[in-house]
C-alpha cells in the first residue's frame, strides 16, 4: 500500500492532488489594479522580513511555534490568484507546492486530515511555498455538534489544519472564491486577504498585452487593445484563452507562415468563442442539476367490460338457484 504522501503526488484520474511547481511568472506578468498590487507588496514584504527576523536572526529558534505566514487570495476565477502566488514563490526563489485541495477531499474521504498534515510535512521539508487552491471548503466554519460523518470529518480537517498552521514556519497562500465562510478561528491567523477583483478596462487592455511575445507575436497594424478592452468585461483568464484561440485561428490560415499575423478580427472571434463557451458551460450546470419531480397523476382504476358481464352472470344465476331452491323446498 503507497504511503498516503505518495498517493498525493502521483495522484489519481488525471487531477493531481499536490504538484510541485518551479515558478516561472513574476510579477512583470500580472497586471492588477494599484491597490491589490500594494497589499501583495506589502505580503512580499512581511515575508522577507520575516525571513530576516527569524531566519537570519535566529529568533525562529527561540519561538518555536506561530511562526508561518498566511495569505488568502479572494476573487472570482481567472483574475490571478494562482499566477500571483506563483510570482510570490519566485520572487522569494522557492518552489510552489500547489494543493488541489477539492481533489484531496474526493480522493480520500475519511483520510484528508491525514493528507493535509502530510502536505505541509512535505513543504516545510522542501521549503516551498504552500499554496492551497480552491480552498474554499476546507476554510469553512467548523460545525457545532456535527452528527453527520461529512460534518465530522470537515471538522476534524478544520482542527487539523490549525495545528498544522501553527507549527509551520513557512509561507502559505490559500486561495478561495468565496471568503465570506472562513471559520473565524482560522481567519484569526491570515495575515493578509488580498481582494482580487474583476479587471477594469486599463487594466484589460494591458492584460491583452502582456498575453503575447512583445517581439515574437506577429501583430496586424488594425489590432486595438483599447477597445477589445472596453468591448468584453472579461477576466484575465478569458482574454489568455481569447489570445490562444486568435492564435490558432491566424496560424490555421492559409498562406505561408512569414505572412501570417493575428488580426483584428481574430481576437474578436476568440473572444466571442470564449464567452459562447462560458454561457454553454452554465447552461449545461443548470440542465445537469436533478429535474423537479412533476406530479404524476394516478389513474383511476378502470373496469375490464368483459369482467363486469361474467360477474353479472355469475350473480344471476346465483339468483336463479336460489329462486329454484325455494320452490323445490315449498313444494315438499
Ligand atoms: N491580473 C492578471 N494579469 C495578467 N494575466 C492574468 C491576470 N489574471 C488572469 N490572468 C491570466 O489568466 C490565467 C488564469 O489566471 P489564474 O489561474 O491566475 O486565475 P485564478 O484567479 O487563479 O482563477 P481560478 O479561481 O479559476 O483558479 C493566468 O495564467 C494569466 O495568463
Ligand atoms: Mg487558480
Known sequence: MPSPLLQLFTGRRGRRAVDTVVPERTFADVVLPPATMRTLEQALA?????????D???????????????????????????ICAEAIAHALGRDLLVVNYSVVESMWAGETAKNVAAVFKNAAESEAVLFFDEADAIAARRTAGARQAMEREANTVVNVLLKELEAFNGVVIFATNLAAN????????????????????????????????PLHTPLSADVDFVALAERYPASGGDIKNAVLKAAAMAAAEPGLDVGKRIHQRHFVQAMDDVLAAKAVMRQSILDDAPPMPVPVATPAPTLDPRLTLAALGLGAAGLLLGVAALVVAALR
Open 46 to 54: 512581511q515575508v522577507r522580513n520575516h525571513a530576516l527576523i527569524f
Open 56 to 82: 537570519r536572526w535566529g529568533l525562529g529558534e527561540r519561538h518555536a511555534t506561530g511562526l508561518g505566514l498566511a495569505f488568502n487570495f479572494a476573487g472570482p476565477p481567472g483574475t490571478g490568484k494562482t
Open 182 to 213: 472562513f471559520d473565524p478561528a482560522f481567519e484569526r491567523r491570515i495575515r493578509t486577504h488580498v481582494l482580487f477583483e474583476m479587471p477594469g478596462a486599463a487594466e484589460r487592455e494591458r492584460i491583452w498585452q502582456v498575453q503575447l511575445h
